[in-house]
T-cell receptor, first 113, second 116 residues
Framework: DTAVSQTPKYLVTQMGNDKSIKCEQN?????MYWYKQDSKKFLKIMFS???????INETVPNRFSPKSPDKAHLNLHINSLELGDSAVYFC????????????FGPGTRLTVL | AQKVTQAQTEISVVEKEDVTLDCVYE???????LFWYKQPPSGELVFLIR??????QNEISGRYSWNFQKSTSSFNFTITASQVVDSAVYFC?????????????FGTGTKLQVIP
């Protein structure tokens, strides 16, 4: 029933750990995104995939690595977590390009201690 | 580079008042799209409207209306007879071709509080 789902919803971890966030969409969209929303609510695009191909890779540390096993999934792996990585991470999808509206997942609140 | 400015950080209105959320954008492209999204306290982001750069017609959807003016690079959002359920952060966004691919830039958001 859920259009864009993310797991986990909450993630609390220690500095230096590696963690992954999973995203799945059942809308049949071919473009998926990862956004980071900081404590001031500022939303910034991190990555975008179209048909499993990376098309946007913003200035994001190499510790962040997206992986798209198929068009319906876009996972985010983060190595060596830092305090500054604490944020809400949103997955989104759209039909075709970002000229179309995006459908967002519920977000994953990551807290790095 | 594209830029979206939402100068109003926070707005408080009393229920049933009308409120307008401002959005000003910058772009060099002639083809672009503008969006509004709503983020209620529960945290999810909800799409409200999309408008392309060639369509300056204003749009009304129930209590919501949008005023797109290319001459002033603005895409403002008005809520008529506001309700408590309208309390949320509202984001304006711009999608244009940048560096050979389409990219969305979000404004910093306007937090609207509707007081009963």
């Amino acid at each position: 029933d859920t259009a864009v789902s993310q797991t986990p919803k909450y993630l609390v971890t220690q500095m230096g750990n590696d963690k992954s966030i999973k995203c799945e969409q059942n809308l049949g969209h071919d473009t998926m995104y990862w956004y980071k929303q900081d404590s001031k609510k500022f939303l910034k695009i991190m990555f975008s995939y179209n048909n499993k191909e990376l098309i946007i890779n913003e200035t994001v540390p190499n510790r962040f690595s997206p992986k798209s096993p198929d068009k319906a999934h876009l996972n985010l792996h983060i190595n060596s977590l830092e305090l500054g990585d604490s944020a809400v991470y949103f997955c989104a999808s759209s039909r075709g390009s970002s000229y179309n509206e995006q459908f967002f997942g519920p977000g994953t609140r990551l807290t790095v201690l | 580079a594209q830029k979206v400015t939402q100068a109003q950080t926070e707005i408080s209105v009393v229920e049933k008042e009308d409120v307008t959320l401002d959005c000003v954008y910058e772009t060099r492209d002639t083809t672009y799209y503008l969006f509004w999204y709503k983020q209620p306290p529960s945290g999810e982001l909800v799409f409200l409207i999309r408008r392309n750069s060639f369509d300056e017609q204003n749009e009304i959807s129930g209590r919501y209306s949008w005023n797109f003016q290319k001459s002033t690079s603005s895409f403002n959002f008005t809520i008529t007879a506001s309700q408590v359920v309208d309390s949320a952060v509202y984001f304006c966004a711009l999608s244009e071709v940048s560096g050979g691919y389409q990219k969305v830039t979000f404004g910093t958001g306007t937090k609207l509080q509707v007081i009963p």
